[in-house]
């Protein structure tokens, strides 16, 4: 399973930008798919996950200006962002767990896309 995160590039803060995840290959089912970043020097760490029952949850950094959603018959999750602070600044990626059409489990990271929040 592939997944492709695009959407990024240079925002002023207070802005918006919305990434999208979108996962191909055999699959079967996406369980969840998540969102993660990691700025310049720093540790990846989460933003926001989202079940395939839809339910969310995000980290207390982001919540009230990001929103993860989803699109089951394309496969895609997409994290608006909104209000962009520079802190906000990262490569994210995204991931994704589910099966396979063959019901193996999978386990799958996307190549990073750049969010750039500067004035």
């Known amino acids: 399973v592939q997944l492709q995160a695009y959407g990024g590039g240079l925002v002023r803060p207070g802005g918006s930008l919305r990434l999208s995840c979108a996962a191909s290959g055999s699959i079967f089912s996406i369980n969840n798919m998540g969102w993660y970043r990691q700025a310049p020097g720093k540790q990846r760490g989460f933003v926001a996950r989202?079940?395939?029952?839809?339910?969310?949850n995000y980290a207390d950094s982001v919540k009230g200006r990001f929103t993860i959603s989803r699109d089951n018959a394309k496969n895609t999750r997409y994290l608006q962002m909104n209000n962009l602070k520079p802190e906000d600044t990262a490569v994210y990626y995204c991931s994704a767990a589910g099966l396979t059409q063959d019901l193996r489990g999978f386990e799958s990271w996307g190549r990073g896309t750049l969010v750039t929040v500067s004035s």
């Open positions: 989202i079940t395939n029952d839809g339910l969310t």
